[in-house]
């Protein structure tokens, strides 16, 4: 069974923080693929980021970078220099051979002025 | 192009009541899924489509039924609507499963 765990439920910061998202996930398939979501407030769900399980380089767009190693089973997701705007409850997802696209619980993160 | 498209966006059900979701997409996608998002929980799958005339269940099908006989449409039954199904109800297309999902604007469906 494929599972994806987002530990931190809440997460409230300062404007100009740096803050990180955890992802962990639990998979058998040797081929899986990762996603990052971000829920705003107006409630619609935005895709972020793809990343399959052959290629562990990190990425960086923008303030957004994403960490993923394999040896831990974790895609990380850092904001850097947060802003307002980045209040938004953020999801991560998996799917991968036969299992569908299933998601974590979701981080919901607050940025203070 | 207008993505994915769910219909009605709102509704209210006394318990016992049958009502459809409609979920339409116009980007030829093979993959359809349908999800109840509740506050603490997350997105659970309901239901799944990889294809025209197939379903299958997700973590929390029960109490839902699909179809999809058509390739563009998803639709979500409940035949007899109970409190417990009180939610906002995802519908997201896919063109494969490693590609990203598209998502709908969601229902929020009360039942009372």
């Known amino acids: 069974a494929q599972k994806v765990t987002q530990a931190q439920t809440e997460i409230s910061v300062v404007e100009k923080e740096d803050v990180t998202l955890d992802c962990v996930y639990e998979?058998?398939?040797?081929?899986?693929?990762l996603f990052w979501y971000k829920q705003p407030p107006s409630g619609e769900l935005v895709f972020l980021i793809r990343?399959?399980?052959?290629?562990?380089q990190n990425e960086i767009s923008g303030r957004y970078s994403w960490n993923f190693q394999k040896s831990t089973s974790s895609f990380n997701f850092t904001i850097t220099a947060s802003q307002v705007v980045d209040s938004a409850v953020y999801f991560c997802a998996l799917t991968g051979g036969s299992t569908p696209l299933v998601f974590g619980k979701g981080t919901r993160l607050s940025v203070i002025a | 192009n207008a993505g994915v498209t769910q219909t009605p966006k709102f509704r209210v059900l006394k318990t016992g009541q049958s009502m459809t979701l409609l979920c339409a997409q116009d980007m030829n996608h093979e993959y359809m899924y349908w999800y109840r998002q509740d506050p603490g929980m997350g997105l659970r799958l309901i239901h799944y489509?990889?294809?025209?005339?197939?379903?299958a269940k997700g973590e929390v099908p029960d109490g839902y039924n699909v179809s999809r006989l058509k390739k563009q449409n998803f639709l979500l039954g409940l035949e007899s609507a109970a409190p417990s199904q009180t939610s906002v109800y995802f519908c997201?297309?896919?063109?494969?499963?490693?590609?990203?999902?598209?998502f709908g604007q969601g229902t929020r469906l009360t039942v009372v």
């Open positions: 990343r399959n399980s052959f290629d562990e």
């Open positions: 489509s990889v294809g025209e005339g197939t379903t």
């Open positions: 997201a297309s896919s063109y494969i499963r490693s590609t990203e999902a598209f």
């Open positions: 998979t058998r398939d040797t081929t899986y693929y």
